[in-house]
């Protein structure tokens, strides 16, 4: 990877304002890079600070969510377009009824996956186009976006290996999630001021250091 992992010298390069706190993180990685497990822990460490969290899964974290999670990810076969419309919808859902009035009330939003997971997988993996994928999501989000995108990077032969049970997008294999692997990179290279790149093979609590440092 040609910029390098971040670490705790060089976390004031993501451009935090200090006047400014932005509340709403997101951990993203491809399947089996361990990020619900420091997603856990970020929370944890937030709380911890005095600062009250609200957790998210993506898709998911509504009742419509959940049950659009089902369709998803349990279904036997989906057209790709139709799942690049589905996970907007339930994210649409889950921003406005759940985020926005979270962020409203001061509160601090960790969402395990965001629509970067659908620029990544349905835009570069399926190869629908990052672009329009991210262009349908934005459209129903509003601007309730993340302010930070954390990256959690693991080989994904590696990652593939760890992960006890495969959904249907999961199991697409090794080539697909090289592909997830290589968009979130771009990403990261485009908006390096929100997307940063973590060594997914540390620990979790050092992982929750490295973020600490940018957000808190
Ligand atoms: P999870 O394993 O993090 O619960 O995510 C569920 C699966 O859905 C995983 O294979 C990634 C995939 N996914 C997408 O393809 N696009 C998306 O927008 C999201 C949120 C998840």
Redesign the pocket.
């Known amino acids: 990877m040609s910029g390098g992992y971040v670490n705790l010298d060089n976390a004031s390069l993501t451009g935090v304002s200090v006047a400014f706190v932005s509340k709403y993180i997101a951990l993203e990685g491809g399947?089996g890079s361990g990020?619900?497990t420091v997603a856990v822990a970020l929370a944890t460490r937030i709380e911890t600070d005095g600062g009250e969290v609200v957790m998210v899964?993506?898709?998911g974290g509504t009742p419509l969510g959940e049950v659009v999670r089902g369709l998803?990810?349990d279904s036997d076969r989906l057209d790709d377009w139709a799942?690049v419309f589905l996970?907007a919808a339930q994210r649409a859902e889950l921003a406005r009824e759940v985020i926005a009035p979270a962020l409203s009330a001061g509160k601090w939003v960790v969402s395990?996956?965001?629509?970067y997971?659908?620029i990544a997988?349905?835009g570069r993996?399926r190869g629908l186009g990052e672009d329009e994928v991210r262009a349908i999501n934005e459209k129903g989000l509003d601007g309730v976006v993340p302010d930070h995108v954390f990256v959690l990077d693991v080989d994904p032969e590696t990652a593939l290996a760890r992960q006890h049970a495969a959904?249907r997008?999961?199991k697409e294999g090794v080539d697909f999630q090289e592909k997830v692997r290589a968009a979130y990179l771009g990403l990261a290279e485009s908006e390096p001021d929100k997307v940063v790149v973590l060594d997914g093979s540390l620990p979790a609590d050092k992982l929750v250091d490295l973020i600490a440092a940018v957000v808190l």
């Open positions: 399947d990020k619900s899964r993506e898709p998803l990810l799942e996970f395990d996956r965001t629509y997971s659908s997988y349905q993996g959904d997008i999961g």
